[in-house]
């Protein structure tokens, strides 16, 4: 009980002999028969990952391979977020080019002009 006298959705209060861990423990879910567990990648596996993902050409390659290949989960989800994040750069990269262009190409020609119409 609160000091007002309502209930809160959680009793906080500590009660000798009794405990409150049931609150804070959520229900686990059932696995499905045929869904397998994968043992997470060490920190070598993730090492020697980044390592072969910052080689030039070759980190490009292996980007595609783990990212839409049968490998691990989360190489593979990582290999997709960071192609995704290649792939937005690239585009902001390109408007902004572009934009220099456009502005460069102005400025240039009011500056030809020397300011006279």
Known sequence: MRP???????????VPG???THCWKQPHPRM???EITE???TTGEWFLTLLILGLPLIGL???LVWAFG???RSRRNFCRASLLL?????????IGF???LILGGTLATLLSQGGHR
């Open 61 to 63: 390659i292996m980007h």
């Open 98 to 100: 572009v934009s220099f």
């Open 32 to 34: 499905a028969e045929n």
């Open 86 to 94: 290649i792939a937005v750069l690239v585009g902001l990269a390109f």
């Open 70 to 72: 049968d490998g691990h």
């Open 39 to 41: 043992k997470p990648l």
């Open 4 to 14: 007002d006298g309502l209930a809160s959705k959680f009793d906080f209060s500590v």
């Open 18 to 20: 009794r405990t409150f």
